[in-house]
């Protein structure tokens, strides 16, 4: 039969594992009266909306762009930029000599090849205060980078001095070359041909008695040059130069291209790196290596980079567009600084985090952000972390600690938005209350369905609702909940566990402060979970054609759950489609349980069984095992020779 493999590979597995494991470690005893294989469709429960409605504008969830100037830049994941915006704040400015030292060099670079510097911008200069520049760790050695580029660059511009200097030569030479054949043209006669004969008396007749000239060409053009064949030479290797000179401009040409679009790639990465400085140097550098008036940027036309200039500003970005997007930035970095040292003044804490953020955002590496004083930095630190804090409350619906920390954040700061957060956690809240008391009337109605799913209901909306205390008391010695805990152990004795599934609601209350009853409750939730997980990627992947997948899927759970009908049902059902892979493991598992192990013939079934599934994590433990018993059995022999080779010999 084709499910003989996988009995056989289950079989070993099959009291390893149950869906719920008492802490004595025994299973249950089997009741042999109830079906245990009932299905149970469960609806997924829709979690209540964020308190917020996601609306208020928080630094922990807020916009992940920043516009500079009507350029929108994406700032990344809201997680690595919060990690990086907290780093900042526990940190101390950089202000000390040496950050003061290389602002001053970046500041003196800048005037120094700026158009304005007097009597002209020096470009050499400039260059020579870069290496001391780069050696600021902060700096990131992009200074050192940017002097590489420059010096390629004037290297670049010398190769292309001197292919123009190598066209003039043969311009020259050709024009050497054009004199000599015009001259040989007009002078040198034809091989063989003799000097022009006198005219005989008494006629004008030349060279013969037919009155004709003894040469034709010769009679026309006395210098018969250009019938040679070094003639024909010269117009060859006049062609040639011409070529060369062409190649030579083609050549010079790309060069130039070839530097420009490698400098401007050093420009654009820097400039979305936000080293806007950086980018300043390397566009008044541009200007002073390149003076053609060529500063158009060879980008990608699909990249984002080109959008971001195209979709802003609707011209093709430029080395003039770079430069003065970073002179905005460096504006907007000021202004954001400006504000929040305002906002903070005036107590406008939350106001001012975020105009800090934006400006950390914009220009993490530019001096207004870099040096701000400490102090400032920890009361933002402070607060972000309580608000981060409230936020986390909400999203687990925590409101009694929501409420705690919102009122510290209104006495930290005066613009603090409470209105949507206190309205958020007072309609929770009471919706909260609302369904307990409900749920009390429908219990005192001997309504046990309704009282649990209102019950459920304010669960979800408020878990710690102290009311829940409350409730829970009440039902303890209720008939109707004493009825549902009976039911409860009832089904956990016979092994139904996926009833208990079914009926959570209503078992949840009534077992809560039993710290027994929630042990095996919260196993088998969490593993049936676990197990309709498994079962819903196994689904996945048999849709997408991956059978075996879908099978491994479901056997490692298999080992762990032996009881679960569903789940035995799944893979019987992966069976038909699955027999080689499963057949193959099989045969591999016999031969390595053999006394002697059959090694040899294990592996090479394990590899089938890859080769049939090349993902297979079954078939890949078990190669790995195989192979490590044969690296053990082999350095197990090695000490044995080395020991008889390496005995002393006697003296």
């Known amino acids: 039969m084709k499910s003989t493999p996988i009995l056989f590979l289950l079989g070993a597995a099959l009291a390893s594992g149950q869906v719920y494991v008492p802490q004595g470690g025994q299973p249950p005893a089997q009741g042999g009266g109830t079906p245990t294989d009932t299905v149970v469709t469960q609806k997924p429960q ?34 690595l930029l919060k990690a990086r915006f907290e780093k900042y704040l526990s940190q101390p400015p950089e202000s000390d000599e040496a950050a003061a030292q290389y602002r001053k060099d970046i500041a003196e670079i800048i005037a120094t090849v700026s158009p304005f510097h007097k009597p002209a911008p020096n470009l050499y200069d400039a260059f020579q205060i870069l290496p001391r520049a780069s050696t600021y760790p902060g700096d990131a050695n992009i200074c050192g980078n940017l002097a590489e580029a420059v010096y390629m660059a004037m290297l670049s511009k010398q190769d292309i001095a001197g292919l123009k200097k190598l066209n003039e030569s043969i311009e020259l030479e050709k024009k ?50 250009n019938q040679s064949l070094k003639y024909a030479d010269t117009l060859r290797r006049i062609v040639e130069i011409e070529a060369l000179k062409k190649a030579n401009i083609i050549r010079t040409e790309a060069q130039t291209i070839k530097t420009k679009a490698q400098y401007q790639v050093n420009m654009v990465q820097w400039f979305m790196q936000r080293r806007f400085e950086h980018v300043l140097m390397a566009a008044r550098f541009y200007n002073q290596i390149w003076k053609d008036g060529d500063t158009t940027l060879r980008i990608d036309k699909g990249s984002d980079v080109a959008k971001l200039f195209s979709e802003s500003m609707g011209v093709s970005p430029t080395v003039s567009s770079l430069d003065s997007l970073s002179n905005e930035a460096i504006r907007e970095a000021d202004k954001y600084i400006e504000a929040f040292n305002l906002m903070l003044d005036r107590g406008e804490l939350h106001t001012a985090s975020q105009r800090l953020m934006e400006a950390f955002a914009v220009g993490e590496f530019l001096a207004p952000v870099a040096t701000l004083p400490l102090e400032k930095k920890l009361r933002v630190l402070n607060y972000t972390r309580d608000l981060n804090e409230v936020y986390g409350s909400l999203q687990a619906r925590d ?56 019950i459920g209901t304010a669960t979800q909306i408020w878990p710690t609702n102290p009311k829940l205390n409350e409730f829970r008391k009440l039902i303890t010695d209720s008939a109707p909940m004493l009825t549902a805990r009976n039911d409860f152990d009832r089904l956990l004795s016979e092994g139904n566990y996926r009833e208990i599934a079914k009926r959570q609601y209503e078992f949840a209350p009534t077992i809560q402060g039993d710290a027994k009853r ?49 789940l035995g049902h799944e893979l019987e059902g992966l069976a038909p489609d699955v027999a080689n892979f499963t057949r193959a493991l099989t045969r591999a598992k016999q031969f390595e349980s053999r006394t002697p192990k059959q090694t040899g ?16 994590e079954l078939a890949e433990a078990g190669i790995k095992r195989l192979l490590d018993d044969i690296i053990l059995d082999d350095s197990a022999r090695a000490p044995e020779s080395e020991t008889a080779d390496n005995l002393p010999a006697e003296n």
Do not use: C
């Open 46 to 79: 829709q979690q209540p909306a964020s308190p917020f409605g996601q609306e208020i504008p928080m630094l922990d969830p807020s916009a992940e762009t920043i516009t500079i100037g009507g350029v929108t830049v994406p700032l990344g994941d809201n997680r």
């Open 518 to 566: 929630e042990d095996a409750f919260k196993q088998i939730i969490g593993n049936l979970t676990k197990i309709e997980t498994a079962i819903g990627k196994a689904a996945e992947f048999s849709k997408a054609g991956q059978k075996e997948a879908a099978w491994e899927q479901l056997y490692s759970l298999r080992e762990q759950f032996p009881d679960d009908p569903k």
């Open 399 to 454: 409101f009694t600690k929501a409420k705690e920390l919102a009122d510290r954040l209104k006495s930290q700061a005066k613009d603090f938005p409470s209105s949507k957060m206190d309205g958020a956690i007072a309609g929770y809240t009471l919706a909260s209350d609302l369904a307990i008391e409900e749920a009390k009337a429908h219990l005192a109605a001997k309504e046990n369905d309704k009282a649990a799913e209102k």
């Open 601 to 616: 013939s294990a592996l090479a079934w394990y590899l089938k069984a890859r080769d049939i599934y090349p993902k297979s």
């Open 176 to 225: 050497d070359i054009q004199r000599e054949a015009d001259w040989a043209a007009r002078h040198e006669k034809a091989p063989g041909v003799a000097p022009a004969a006198q005219p005989a008396q008494g006629g004008n007749n030349r060279g013969g008695g037919n009155g004709r000239p003894q040469n034709a060409n010769q009679g026309n053009n006395p210098g018969a040059g």
